[in-house]
């Protein structure tokens, strides 16, 4: 019965269009590449269950190469003629070809420097004709059969009727006037609407892909497409792998290209192994300023991307930890780049010592206090981080002594070691670094930062910070996963308050009384052991 029903429908649609252009010798090669096309589509569906073994067989025979008419009207117009609407009088491509939007020409497959006009293609859409005064109401119950596709129109003028518009479908979902659904055919029914497909004949152009399409089809089959980057303000940046190198310069064009706003896009040439933290680059596309402007978390910063270090990933890390400050609290940086954790503080009224070790970081720390009215609230320094916390973070506690002894104190302090390659090895310097006890509940809380490949990353990091206080962290400490950087390497935050057994020189344990007799004296192998891990 369904066969009957299809091969009814399929003569039917034939002997109209054979009424139509009897006589047209070009139409009678389209009236057989009609025939052959609704009767692919339905071979492909019904091969295995309904027709004959000539008709698979017909299903796999190459496609009929069908001598293209050129009339003036093809250009991004339905090229209906009565009930002749199918795309025959189109060039001949593959079956798939002509409704695939989503891939590039396979000319331009390999290409290494990009040539737009390579990307041209044409593309057959299926189309209703809806009188132009309901289109509106018409669309609302087609959302799942209309075209859908960034960047193209879906309800186009009809070029022979002005009185209609032209509703474009997705060419994956419908085929002919039976893959409507029910619901969508009574609405069509309800507002008039003619079932009959008209196909709309699109060129598609560079213009209409997305980067990732254009890079798949450019670059060798099976090869990893690189659609991910980190974008600094008018600045994307890359990590291209080796594979990719090839097709580098192509890659930084396309991803200017399809991305409003970006001028300049470069590829990092090495990692980050120096001391202050930056790397080196290679332009792809664009313009060679490196100087950027930023905004993240409601605050804007400027720097040179080529001398400092910034990554946006982290932006939700700043804010996390700026949300744990309250206002008076104390804010020490050790290593605070161009300020992504001091400026913000300084906002919630804190008060701040951030500190670089590179003079471009520096120079722009000093630059966004300025740029965002907090430069009285933060006292900036460019020197080691050791020496930052033996001088000028030593100092001050010292200073906040009274305020922090004081019963009605609520003064945090806070200090950020975002140094991720190297900062645990940073801890040993709160090692008896004040002389005199502050009371226990104002001991400075350290949030300090690590990389771990370990299977174990939290465990890993808080053995290492362990080993160089001195000190066990069980049961005093929090760790956060910052963020995958790569595989099988997790960043992390050790957040911790240092002990005050590690923190004060002449501390006395909670219960110690100092009239009891002096313990005994230990053995030289005592000593050692009571020592722990060096």
């Known amino acids: 019965m369904e066969k009957t029903k299809y091969f009814n429908f399929e003569n039917n649609y034939i002997n109209q269009s054979n009424s139509v252009i009897a006589g047209s010798e070009e139409i009678c090669r389209f009236t057989r590449y009609l025939h052959y096309r609704i009767f692919l ?6 091969a295995n269950t309904v027709l004959s073994a000539l008709a698979k067989k017909l299903a796999t025979e190459q496609h009929p190469q069908i001598t293209p008419i050129q009339p003036a009207y093809f250009s991004s117009q339905c090229i209906s003629r009565g009930v002749i609407t199918d795309m025959a009088m189109m060039p001949a491509h593959h079956s798939e070809e002509d409704i695939n939007l989503y891939t590039p020409p396979i000319a331009v497959r390999g290409i290494t420097e990009l040539n737009r006009d390579l990307f041209r293609k044409n593309v057959a859409l299926p189309a209703l004709k809806v009188k132009k005064d309901v289109v509106n109401k018409v669309m609302k119950s087609l959302k799942n059969s209309a075209l859908k596709r960034p960047g193209l129109k879906r309800v186009i003028e009809d070029s022979e009727d002005e009185t ?30 003619d079932l009959q497909i008209h196909m709309y004949r699109l060129a598609m152009t560079y213009e209409h892909f997305k980067p990732e399409e254009i890079l798949k089809a450019v670059l060798p089959e099976g090869q990893d497409v690189t659609s991910g980057f980190s974008r600094v303000g008018h600045i994307v940046h890359m990590n291209l792998r080796d594979h990719q190198l090839p097709y580098k310069y192509l890659i930084g064009q396309v991803i200017m290209d399809k991305n409003p706003g970006v001028t300049l896009v470069v590829n990092k040439t090495n990692i980050i192994d120096n001391t202050y933290r930056n790397f080196q680059m290679e332009v792809l596309a664009g313009e060679g300023n490196m100087i950027t402007k930023v905004k993240e978390n409601n605050i804007t910063y400027e720097f040179d991307f080529s001398k400092v270090y910034w990554n946006p990933r982290l932006s939700t ?23 992504p954790f001091a400026v913000p503080a300084a906002k919630k009224n804190c008060k701040v010592l951030a500190n670089d ?22 006292q900036a320094f460019n020197m080691d981080g050791r020496d930052f916390i033996l001088g000028p973070v030593k ?19 806070h200090i950020v070691m975002n140094l991720p390659g190297l900062a645990i090895e940073f801890l040993d310097v709160f090692r008896q670094l004040l002389q005199e006890q502050n009371p226990v509940h104002a001991l400075p809380t350290v949030h300090c930062y690590s990389f771990s490949k370990s299977d174990e990353p939290a465990k890993d990091i808080q053995r290492r ?45 909670e219960g110690d009384n100092t009239e009891e007799p002096a313990p005994k004296r230990l053995r030289p192998d005592e000593i050692t052991a009571s020592e722990g891990p060096q």
């Open 395 to 413: 100092d001050d506690l010292v200073k906040q002594i009274d305020v922090l002894s004081s019963k009605e104190n609520k003064t945090s302090i």
């Open 164 to 193: 209609y518009r032209l509703v474009l479908l997705d060419p994956c979902k419908i085929l002919c006037s039976e893959s409507f659904e029910v619901s969508e055919k009574a609405v069509l029914k309800e507002y008039n609407v």
């Open 465 to 509: 910070a362990e080993d160089f206080l001195r000190t066990s962290l069980e049961g005093r400490c929090s760790i956060h996963l910052v963020r995958n950087v790569a595989p099988n390497k997790e960043m992390m935050c050790l957040s911790f308050k240092i002990p005050a057994e590690v923190l004060y020189r002449n501390h006395l344990a």
């Open 357 to 378: 070790l590179n003079p471009e970081s520096f120079k722009w720390l000093v630059h966004n206090c300025k740029l965002n009215k907090v430069d009285k609230k933060v």
């Open 41 to 46: 589509y339905f071979t492909k569906s019904w």
């Open 317 to 339: 890390e700043h804010s996390r930890i700026v949300g744990l400050l309250n206002s008076a609290d104390l804010v020490y940086d050790v290593f605070a780049g161009v300020g």
